[in-house]
């Protein structure tokens, strides 16, 4: 009874992970497999309404799974010495590994209404109209911002006319969130984290993949449990915060925010 009762629950976490493993080649290598289900829950906080989110949330879908497809892989990532025998981590010993990250991925992107429908520890993407914060790029040209993140595991806005414009940024945002960043490199252009022109390219790098592999991994020592979700976080309070920065100057519909 009360294990239909949780299978009924709604699938909360923006990283839920299940049938986690871990094999030791005792050569320096761990191989993780895994079983991931990434949710991003998008809130609609435009004023005049966003008529295609549909599509850019399918599209964001679509390249969230497509890049986070294969797996990843990482060397010289210093953690705890695992042993395969107690099937643990000595928290007493600190080693370095590279990480073969074996994982599958189930991607969700749904929308959400109102604020009571996002819990703890999700993932959200805000849709806006407009972001006023801007910066200066390394060549000192200053620059508009089309979305804005605050660092790994915050919320990610991205304002709808620039989505619009490329329905790649949704998930340039959401990246961030995954903890990539930005890259400005003009010999890079062809990057989806490349965020100094409108039409930049759509590549995410082998070690970009291993970078988000190993924050979805989040502590590594809960890898040793069979199961994970990223439980820390407290996504309410980050998006009231993040929304209302007054440097990041968002423009948003309130009533639509409570
Ligand atoms: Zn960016």
Redesign the pocket.
């Known amino acids: 009874m009360r294990f239909a009762m949780l299978q009924n629950q709604p699938l909360t976490g923006g990283i839920v992970a299940k049938n986690l493993r871990i094999s030791d080649n005792g050569n320096g290598e761990l191989s993780l497999y895994g079983d991931f289900t990434i949710t991003l829950k998008v809130l609609d906080l435009t004023t005049n309404g966003a008529p295609n989110l549909n599509s850019l949330m399918t599209f964001t879908q679509q390249v969230i799974s497509n890049k986070l497809r294969g797996g990843g892989y990482k060397s010289g990532v210093s953690i705890h010495k695992y042993n395969e025998n107690q099937k643990a981590f000595n928290k007493n010993k600190i080693w370095s590994y590279s990480i073969r990250y074996n994982f599958n991925f189930m991607v969700n992107v749904i929308q959400i209404n109102m604020l009571s429908q996002l819990k703890g520890n999700d993932f959200v993407l805000a849709v806006v109209d407009t972001i006023g914060h801007q910066f200066t790029d390394q060549y000192g040209q200053i620059q508009g911002s089309a ?1 804005l993140t605050q660092g790994a595991g915050w919320p990610a806005a991205v304002s709808y006319n620039s989505w619009l414009r490329n329905k790649y940024f949704g998930a ?2 959401f990246f ?1 969130t995954l903890d990539l960043n ?1 890259i400005e490199d003009g010999n890079k252009k062809n990057r989806l ?1 490349y ?1 100094l022109s409108d039409n930049s390219g759509h590549v995410i790098s082998d070690a970009e993949k291993g970078d988000m592999m190993q924050y979805i991994v989040g502590n590594i020592n809960d890898m040793a449990k069979k199961e994970y979700s990223n439980i820390n976080l407290n996504t309410v309070s980050r998006v009231r915060i993040f929304l209302n920065k007054s440097i990041y100057a968002i423009k948003y519909n309130k009533a639509k925010f409570r």
Do not use: A, K, L, S
């Open positions: 979305g340039h945002e961030h930005d984290m965020h």
